[in-house]
């Protein structure tokens, strides 16, 4: 069967939250903040590639979301970021956003890419609030949310 027209919706991963902690030693009774970022999540990317003669490929499942980035955790952890998931489209794909209508890109050529749906960024952690020269009892008690991710009908 052959398919040169589709719809799908995509969403993006979110970024992970930042984490807020903070370190207690016998030594060190004052400790201070030590919370890791959040990872960045995955965008969407379409390639084109020279294989492939159809979109029936990506209009069986209509629904494509990314995976969000990982928390970070205590003790300077930081939360693993995610690669973008990447769908190949034939050369000559052209990517239209059906909201408003725009052409993004037309995929004329081999190996061209478009990020068609952007991920959140990830969520600092309480460390990145504090620098030495501050005193530890002023440093934030609260993380850095993460951005949330794009999503759209493409």
Known sequence: MFRDECR????????????A???RE???PMGGPDGGDGGSGGDIVLRAVPGENTLLGISK??????????HGRGDYCTGASVEALVLDVPVGTVVKDLESGVILRDLARAGDEVVVAKAGAAGAATRRSNTR???????????????RAASSWN
Do not use: V, W
């Not at 799908?8 to 984490?19: E, K, M, P, S």
């Not at 530890?136 to 951005?147: D, F, H």
């Open 133 to 147: 020269s501050i005193s530890l009892r002023s440093a934030s008690k609260k993380a850095k949310r993460a951005n």
């Open 21 to 23: 902690s903070f370190r």
């Open 26 to 28: 016998k030594h060190d």
């Open 8 to 19: 799908i919706h995509l969403r993006a991963g979110d970024g992970g939250r930042g984490c």
């Open 61 to 70: 499942s209509p629904n494509y979301r990314a995976e969000s980035g990982e």
